[in-house]
């Protein structure tokens, strides 16, 4: 088991009754994706093709993201695994299927309804995909892309738990804590950023590590005592 497996729930709040807590992320997933639909029809056509540092561009991601709750659980293992070697082929991406921001926002709410709708829960793999797709398109659009503390917590102990060596290396034996979040994980040292920032860097985008906390910032409300 990895270490941050060990650590639940995520933050270090007193026990309490628990019982109506769900695996089942249908509705946070729903509300990221319209979310992503939001911000394309705020960037409007001129941000469809806008790219972000790492060169992915918001219609490649949104493809992706548009076309990926059809992937089988064999073909989500092989894009992750894929995604962590570094190993990132561009043009496998139906952008045909889009024909612009406004199109795809429209395949977004239709997605996010269907999710809502549909009898089978959703795991945490699709909501991830959700998140980090919001990431990257609104690290190309020049806008963060607001993500639910409870959303951005849970995909960031899936990365954390599952980290490639390299990430794993600067996490191990500590825990981190999302300082505009209120969530932390994991046990040790805290290694402190944003909920946006940690996500980056345990996803493998960009290489801004999390860091120490500056004098002070742990006693804000939600830092861990």
């Known amino acids: 088991m990895a270490d941050f497996a060990r650590y639940l729930p995520l933050s270090q709040r007193p026990r309490s009754d628990e019982r109506g807590v769900t695996t089942d ?3 946070l997933t729903a509300t990221m994706l319209h979310a992503v639909a939001e911000a394309l029809r705020a960037a409007g ?7 972000a540092e790492d060169g992915s561009t918001v ?8 076309s990926g709750f059809d992937r089988r659980p064999s073909r989500r293992a092989i894009d992750t695994a894929r995604r962590a070697l570094g190993i990132d082929d561009r043009n496998d991406d139906p952008i045909e299927s889009l024909t612009g921001a406004a199109d795809a926002a429209a395949a977004l709410e239709v997605r996010a309804a269907l999710i809502t709708e549909r009898p089978q829960p959703t795991g945490i793999v699709e909501l991830d995909d959700a998140v980090v ?3 990257l398109i609104g690290d190309a659009l020049g806008s963060l892309i607001s993500i639910p503390p409870v959303a951005s917590g849970s995909v960031a102990l899936r990365r954390a738990a599952a980290a490639p060596t390299p990430i794993r ?3 191990s034996g500590h825990s981190l804590h999302a300082t505009d979040a209120a969530w ?4 040790g040292p805290v290694l402190v950023g944003t909920a946006h920032e940690l996500i980056r860097f345990l996803a493998g985008i960009g290489s801004q ?9 742990l006693d804000r409300p939600g830092a861990p005592g």
């Open 25 to 27: 992320r249908r509705e």
């Open 45 to 51: 056509e001129t941000g469809w093709t806008a790219a």
């Open 59 to 66: 219609n490649r991601t949104v493809a992706r993201l548009v």
């Open 133 to 135: 797709a919001a990431i």
């Open 169 to 171: 290396a600067v996490i």
């Open 184 to 187: 932390t994980i994991g046990h």
């Open 209 to 217: 590590a999390p860091r120490a906390p500056h004098d002070g910032e």
